[in-house]
């Protein structure tokens, strides 16, 4: 095996937390190396460019690494679970791949214990992140409009995207049943911004910007941090991370891009992984001193999986949507954010808004669910569908529960042999209820609207984007795998910053929030360098 | 080998008929069938990683027809395909999802559809700004956030 020389700070992952944590600690001077199984990505290649455009969501573009099956993905065995996980392996991560809706958690998220009764607490409270989400946006690069009372105050440095065809049809809706409605904020840039050019509204955002008016870290982040001095190494699987007698991380081995074993020493060892990434590298780390995985003496490695169970309805409307011709999400709603008893659960759930879909997608979701039919009628129906589409998708708040759970598959192993991450998963009672909730609501929003031919996903079955929960963040050990400013209880140069760590889910696309938690770490970090690992 | 000799002559045969099962040409809305050659081709030339869930379910059709599907007649092939349509599973959902990719990005199925033929880079769209006084109740409703304590 092949040994590096050493490194100040090793990072594992390059996407949305580990883009964030390598910009924040760059100015300390430290040595800092990141290392990504994945590479740079090309934005020449991404399928907006081609006229093959959405046939490219069904094989090399899905979201599905399973499906997707580049070199650079693991699979994961997610058989046992009604959600699959989605996620994207590159240098920026599934921020290449993501719908770029960028609401954040609320305050009222982190004490669910204390207003519900539910969950736990988080050992830290929204106020802690405001500094680092403020920065975090400005980073990113967010368009929005300040001032949404249902949502936390934000200051977009970019205005709103504009409401087109889907986002009047959506507003006049919400206004006749007298429920909240905001425009969203989103890391699509509307104007120029810091080197990216605006959006011209190529379609879909999920898969990639050509335009890179979506914010990735490939095109945020990391050009500030590898210019403030890290480095950068791409194509470099770790396969786990080493202990001394010590019990601290000594460093990690990794797989090259010519699949050659290597080991890279470290003083501190930041892991980047996200929630399904990050337990199956801890829970791989076996030693004596370790046997159950790394940093695993709770048992929680892997364990509180929370996915956000997406209930999607969707229907058709006289009047033309924006179709694939705009950003996919331009509105959200928080009405139904907030516990209230008399609807049977506790917590709640964000609304997402589509504004629709393009031809190719259209006919093959709409043949699947039974509406466009084969033969002579075909015709008369896609025009009436296509084009014509609104959705609505609740995010539903998943509670932490045990049983779900990262686990390492006995059988199923990476192209470099690693074990790969099994996924446990049943949608909770409460979430189900939750989602029942949704689905009505939706329906009511869809017909105030004047939509047709009404469908459900229920859950969104390739919906597992959101992968929080597997390495929760706490201030008692017995209960929690780090502490309340990412370290690791059980080997004090071992850190954690994406989505495993929170405690809770909220009923929100998390990026926004893991961002802002991975740049408080690295802030905590450099506060307390003289005695990090007390 | 190129995809397209990936599939047999009766397999081809059998695609191009289901496909214009699918989506027949029409005269209506002057658009070919996806029987059309050129959209054949193009489903031959991309079936890439689909060939063999394509090639399964053409299998399958093969089985449940029990001779080329153009042989049967009109009743019996309607009945053959709504049986393929419950029993074919993800090789069936594959080759109809390839007949409807393969169509609906053909000239002149799109220029029928009043779509532009193009990819969406690097032109783009342009959007409606809209009038944001539709926020109005909203911002009159106000309502506040939930406390954390």
């Not at chain 1, 590096?4 to 390598?22: E, K, M, T, Y």
């Not at chain 2, 019996?76 to 599973?89: I, M, N, S, Y």
Request: aromatic letters at 8%.
């Amino acid at each position: 095996m092949n040994k590096h020389g050493p490194v100040d700070v090793l990072i594992i992952g390059a996407g949305a937390s580990g883009a964030a944590v390598a910009w924040s600690l760059a100015d300390t001077k430290m040595h800092i190396l990141c290392l990504d199984q994945g590479g740079w990505m090309n934005q020449s290649d991404y399928p907006s460019t081609g006229r093959d455009w959405e046939a490219k969501f069904y094989g090399d573009w899905s979201t599905s690494p399973n499906i997707r099956g580049r070199p650079e993905d693991y699979p994961i065995n997610d058989d046992n679970s009604p959600i699959k996980v989605v996620n994207f392996n590159a240098v920026g991560g599934s921020t290449v791949m993501y719908t770029a809706h960028w609401p954040r958690l609320h305050p009222s998220d982190f004490k669910v214990k204390t207003l519900d009764g539910v969950a736990d607490d988080w050992p830290i409270d929204y106020d802690a992140l405001t500094p680092f989400f403020e920065e975090n946006d400005r980073m990113m690069g967010v368009s929005g409009m300040s001032g949404d009372p249902l949502s936390p105050l934000t200051h977009p440095p970019m205005p709103a995207q504009p409401l087109g065809l889907s986002g009047p049809l959506i507003g006049n809706a919400m206004n006749k049943l007298g429920w909240h409605w905001w425009p969203s904020d989103t890391t699509v840039a509307t104007m120029d911004y810091e080197g990216r050019a605006r959006c011209i509204n190529l379609g879909h955002c999920t898969p990639a910007c050509a335009q890179g008016a979506k914010a990735s870290t490939d095109i945020t982040y990391w050009p500030h941090a590898i210019r403030a001095g890290v480095e950068l190494r791409t194509h470099c699987r770790v396969r786990e991370i080493l202990t001394n007698e010590d019990g601290m991380a000594s460093g990690v081995v990794y797989y090259d891009k010519d699949g050659v074993e290597q080991f890279q020493p470290a003083e501190v060892v930041i892991i980047a992984c996200n929630g399904v990434g990050t337990p199956r590298l801890l829970l791989n780390s076996v030693s004596g001193r370790f046997p159950n995985g790394l940093a695993n003496s709770s048992g929680l490695v892997g364990k509180n999986l929370m996915f956000h169970p997406y209930a999607q309805i969707y229907g058709f409307v006289k009047e033309p949507t924006d179709s694939n011709r705009a950003p996919p999400t331009c509105l959200w709603s928080k009405e139904f954010y907030d516990t209230d008893l008399s609807r049977g659960f506790v917590r709640g759930y964000g609304i997402q808004f589509g504004r629709g879909a393009g031809p190719v997608f259209e006919a093959v979701a709409s043949e699947q669910k039974g509406i466009l039919p084969w033969g002579a009628d075909h015709h008369r129906v896609f025009r009436k569908l296509n084009g014509h589409r609104l959705a609505v998708s609740a995010i539903c708040e998943d509670l932490p529960e045990e049983h779900n759970r990262v686990t390492l598959d006995p059988v199923l192993k990476d192209g470099h042999g690693i074990p790969a991450p099994k996924i446990d998963y049943t949608i909770g009672a409460n979430s189900r209820k939750m989602m029942d909730h949704g689905l009505a609501r939706g329906r009511e929003i869809l017909e105030a609207a004047g939509a047709t031919d009404i469908c459900i996903n229920d859950p969104i079955p390739w919906g597992g984007w959101h992968l929080l929960g597997t390495a929760r963040m706490g201030t008692d050990p017995s209960r929690s795998v780090v502490n309340e400013w990412g370290r690791s209880h059980d080997v004090k140069n071992l850190f954690i910053v994406d989505g495993s760590v929170f405690v809770t889910s909220g009923g929100v696309n998390p990026t926004s929030t893991i961002q802002a938690i991975a740049l408080y770490v690295a802030d905590q970090m450099k506060q307390r360098l003289a005695n990090l690992f007390d | 080998m190129s995809d397209a000799f990936k599939l047999t002559s009766t397999q081809r045969d059998d695609l191009r008929t289901v496909a214009a099962m699918i989506i027949p040409a029409s005269d209506e809305y002057k658009v070919p069938g996806a029987d059309d050659s050129a959209i054949q081709a193009d489903m031959l030339a991309t079936l890439g990683r689909d060939t063999a869930l394509v090639r399964q379910a053409l299998d399958h059709l093969a089985r449940l027809a029990g001779r080329p599907l153009a042989q049967l007649d009109a009743a019996k092939r309607e009945a053959v395909a709504t049986e393929f349509r419950a029993t074919g599973g993800a090789a069936a959902a594959t080759l109809v999802r390839v007949v409807l990719q393969c169509y609906y990005r053909n000239d002149r199925v799109l220029r029928s559809l009043g779509l532009e033929l193009r990819a969406p880079f690097p032109k783009g769209y342009t959007l409606n700004e809209g009038d944001w006084a539709l926020l109005d109740p909203v911002r009159a409703r106000a309502g506040t956030l939930r406390r954390a304590q």
